[in-house]
């Protein structure tokens, strides 16, 4: 279903935004349980941080509503809903079983896949280009690079040193 401008499209808006801090909330978790690492500390804090300005973008969009900026959103209120309450139950998850490094870094590398579509362009129509060529230099992080990257670093045992 496509939301025109209109109650729908806050309701689905609300949702993505509360997804997105409910992951900033489960990097934070992360940045708290692996801060004896500086490296992965800082990597978990920035994907964090990025997560909450995505939500905060969330709710701009929806203000910009009013102005004739956002044509339609094309995204089910359920498969919203449906995203938070796996980030949520991830979240609960984890802080009752705390995963190791490559663990988190995994779950969080899967998580990323599957809440792609929410910020993919595909979901806001805007109502023009240019509009959603900053919407997009705005959302457009590596998120997902980052945690594989780490991931990478972390998995692969260092060379051992020569005599």
């Known amino acids: 279903m496509t939301y025109i401008i209109g109650a729908g ?3 689905v808006l609300g949702v993505c935004e509360k997804a997105e801090f409910a992951c900033a909330e489960l990097y934070h978790h992360f940045a708290d349980l692996f801060k ?6 800082q990597l978990w804090l920035k994907v964090a941080m990025e997560k909450e ?3 905060r973008l969330f709710a701009l969009v929806g203000k910009l ?16 809903e449906v995203a938070l309450i796996h980030v949520q139950s991830l979240v609960e998850n984890v802080k009752e079983h705390p995963p190791s490094v490559l663990g988190a870094l995994e779950i969080c590398m899967e998580l990323e896949i599957k809440l792609d579509r929410i910020m993919s362009e595909e979901v806001i ?3 023009d280009a240019s509009y959603e060529k900053s919407f997009l230099a705005i ?16 998995s692969v045992p260092a060379p051992e040193a020569r005599p």
């Open 53 to 55: 300005n995505r939500a």
């Open 139 to 154: 959302t457009n992080s590596k998120h997902l690079e980052l945690l594989q990257q780490a991931y990478l670093r972390l």
């Open 9 to 11: 499209l806050n309701e």
């Open 125 to 127: 129509k805007f109502a």
């Open 65 to 80: 509503r009013h102005d004739n900026i956002i044509a339609s959103i094309e995204m089910e209120l359920t498969e919203a």
């Open 36 to 41: 004896g690492d500086r490296e992965i500390f």
